[in-house]
């Protein structure tokens, strides 16, 4: 979602944002390389790239949270909100249908912006909820971690790890997907994100550059891509697998 100083925009969550995708860009074309067989690497075991994994849909999820709690600071009304929220939906169904045809058996039905409009809807209701938002925030990444074990133990809890319901993210076992981004753990990301950013405005809006002049040069660039993350992600994976494909093809 956007961040809003007025009518504007906070440039640093932007460039915060645009690192977030850099950082993804990279990843995915590691990804892509492995998946035409021009590097060994095993992205749903090795702990190097699960890791990274984990970093980058944090970091989105945060800034998120940072860009509801300056959109709620500002007063920007649900209309606004509605308005972003078909978008990035529109996204997730693009991606679901995208994936279908690339990766029928494994297609992506709720990743990270399936994951991202539902928790948006949750941020914008509880963004007013204050430092509550901190332990929920917590309780929320504890779930997962306690998920396994609590349905171990009571079994007809199972039903959890079904698709539909896997989408909460309360789950013993992953699901075979090219992205799984469900609620939990990931909602506390956003409520920290939310938390975080009314704490910033409230006590050190000089963090989040509320006074800063308007962005020139490399931070400008940067703030920009910031700015068409939605659409920056629903293209650069196609353009990368075609560069990586159609080098493949033409050298071998």
């Known amino acids: 979602m956007t961040a809003a100083r007025g009518a504007g925009r906070l440039d640093r969550i932007d460039i915060l944002r645009s690192l977030a995708m850099l950082w993804m860009t990279v990843y995915h074309f590691c990804y892509d390389l492995d998946h035409f067989g021009l590097i060994d690497a095993s992205f749903s075991r090795d702990p190097f790239w699960y890791v990274q994994r984990t970093a980058i849909v ?17 007063g920007l009304g ?21 994936s279908a045809l690339m990766f029928p058996d494994s297609f992506i039905y709720f990743g990270i912006l399936h994951g ?45 790890n079904q698709p539909g319901w896997n989408a909460l993210g309360f789950v013993s076992r992953l699901p075979v997907t090219q992205d799984y981004v469900p609620l939990l753990p990931w909602l506390g990301a956003m409520w920290w994100g939310l938390a975080a950013g009314h704490w910033a405005l409230r006590h050190r809006p000089q963090w989040l550059g509320a006074a800063d002049a308007p962005a020139t040069g490399p931070r400008r660039a940067l703030a920009t891509w910031g700015r068409w993350s939605l659409s920056y992600y629903l293209v650069h994976q196609p353009v990368l697998i075609g560069l990586v494909g159609g080098a493949v093809w033409l050298f071998r």
């Open 58 to 74: 944090g970091l989105f999820v945060f800034t998120a949270g940072l860009s509801q709690a300056v959109a709620h600071h500002a």
């Open 78 to 98: 649900w209309p606004r909100f509605w308005r972003r929220w078909a978008q990035v939906t529109a996204g997730a169904l693009l991606v679901t249908a995208g």
């Open 116 to 160: 991202m409009a539902a928790m948006l809807i949750v941020a914008r209701l509880t963004a007013g909820w204050g430092g509550w938002l901190w332990p929920l925030g917590a309780l929320a990444i504890a779930a997962k971690f306690a998920a396994p074990a609590v349905i171990t133990a009571w079994p007809t809890l199972t039903w959890l």
